[in-house]
């Protein structure tokens, strides 16, 4: 489910920054800020397996992907 839902950011991602004429400093950092949170996915859901669902990793993971 988590490579399902990287691959539509990053589908979107790519649609996005192809239709951008210009790019300067400030959509650079949007952008990096948005590849920090989505590099968080796979750790969460190794977190969530790895804890057999706890309350905490399910937390993680759900405020992350939603």
Request: proline share 3%.
């Amino acid at each position: 489910m988590s490579f399902i839902y990287i691959g539509i950011y990053r589908s979107n991602h790519h649609h996005l920054f192809q239709t951008v004429a210009h790019v300067n400093g400030k959509k650079l950092w949007a952008n990096l800020y948005l590849l920090f949170w989505l590099s968080l996915v796979p750790f969460a859901s190794g977190w969530m397996g790895e804890n057999y669902f706890e309350s905490l990793p399910v937390v993680l993971y759900v405020v992350l992907c939603c």
